[in-house]
């Protein structure tokens, strides 16, 4: 039977130190000087591909194809690892290898990239953290699991100990990645996005690697923490640890189906607003939402969150959004699903102010609910 606290203890993600609009000014500052640096590629020859700035990774034309790259980070999602391994024996660290490549593989082919090489950055807060030979070797297999499973070859890395920077018996998990846009005309930043253009939402796994401040801060109010059962029988905690989707195969397949997205959004932190990434005024219209995955559900009612601050903090079923030619949704849906990701064709782009409407839901979002740039 599912665990529930007697009451929604009423929880935001602010409450768990995580506040967007603390953060992103931070973000647009550093996007304006970032800018500044374009005119050092000229020595080279290059030149970057100016529509990038602000998207999900930076392009760079090097003359046959683009170049995309982006750095990223897995954030806390390993203090509940660490929590459920005291419970369940298991160490949970070739998931979160995946979760950590997911994180930059899923940014990469929103702008039309194939990815094809990653770097490991694993910073440990004190070097007896290596001498845990299992988590180790789940560490090294899960990330080399994930390259394979996305056709990408593995660099190398760093593996710093940085006591006094990283907590002791802790490690951050980053990973950056390096992808070609080839031919150019996969490009998805190529302002093709029109009115009747047509969502396709990827399902996602579960939390995936956002909003997990908040679900940390929410085990701590339960009476049973990582151990309360969901209502599908499982763990809170075993639940929260399901890796992220790594989305490349299907982008690949909708490639290869003859099919070039308008646009490619990674519903990441920001939730269902980062729907409306796209830089011109448009309205995201949604007569259907995915099934939502039994521990999202959970947090939203344990947390006591609305329908809106859910769908402004987590994926809540959804995981990537692609917007398509109404002619190319079949295809698009066919695809992903062959790449074993179930598949939506769940809104529609209309004219209009910057916004996203979830209908079934009454939640309207605005451009003014997110500020991502400069």
């Not at 490690?171 to 950056?176: C, E, G, P, V």
């Not at 969901?230 to 992220?244: N, Q």
């Not at 521990?295 to 809106?308: N, P």
Request: hydrophobic share 45%; net charge negative.
């Amino acid at each position: 039977m599912a665990q529930q606290p007697t009451r929604p203890i009423g929880l935001a993600y602010k409450d768990a130190g995580v506040d967007y609009s603390k953060i992103d000014p931070l973000k647009i500052d550093a996007q304006r000087a970032a800018r500044e640096t374009a005119a050092n590629l000229a020595h080279s020859g290059f030149r970057e591909v100016a529509a990038s700035r602000g998207e999900s990774a930076y392009v760079v034309d090097v003359g046959e194809f683009l170049l995309a790259s982006i750095t990223e980070c897995l954030g806390t999602k390993v203090l509940i690892a660490d929590a459920m391994r005291g419970i369940t024996g298991r160490t949970y660290f070739d998931a979160l290898a995946q979760d950590t490549l997911a994180m930059a593989i899923n940014d990469i082919i929103t702008v039309g990239a194939t990815p094809i090489s990653v770097q490991a950055y694993w910073a440990a807060g004190s070097s007896a953290w290596f001498d845990d030979k299992e988590r180790a070797r789940d560490l090294v297999r899960g990330w080399k699991a994930a390259c394979d499973h996305c056709g990408v070859s593995w660099g190398g890395g760093e593996t710093p100990s940085l006591a006094g920077v990283v907590e002791a018996g802790t490690i951050d998990l980053a990973a950056s990645c390096i992808g070609i846009v080839k031919p150019r005309d996969r490009l998805t930043l190529l302002n093709r996005m029109r009115p009747g253009d047509v969502i396709v939402l990827l399902a996602s796994s579960g939390i995936h690697a956002n909003g997990v401040s908040l679900a940390r801060k929410l085990a701590g109010s339960l009476p049973a923490g990582y151990r309360t059962t969901l209502s599908d029988g499982r763990l809170y905690g075993d639940a929260l640890l399901d890796p992220t989707v790594l989305y490349s195969p299907v982008t690949e397949a909708v490639f290869a189906a003859g099919v070039i997205p308008h646009y490619i959004a990674n519903i990441t932190g920001h939730g269902w607003r980062k729907i409306m990434r796209y830089d011109s005024p448009l309205t995201y219209r949604f007569h259907t939402v995915p099934p939502v995955p039994p521990v999202l559900t959970f947090i939203r009612e344990a947390a006591g969150l609305s329908d809106a601050d859910a769908y402004a903090t987590f994926n809540m079923g959804a995981g990537l959004a692609l917007f398509v030619a109404a002619e190319d949704v079949e295809k698009t849906v066919a695809a992903a699903k062959a790449s074993g990701v179930a598949a939506w064709s769940a809104g529609v782009v209309e004219a209009g102010a910057k916004r996203v409407v979830i209908e079934p839901l009454d939640v309207t979002f605005t451009d003014a609910d997110m500020h991502l740039r400069a």
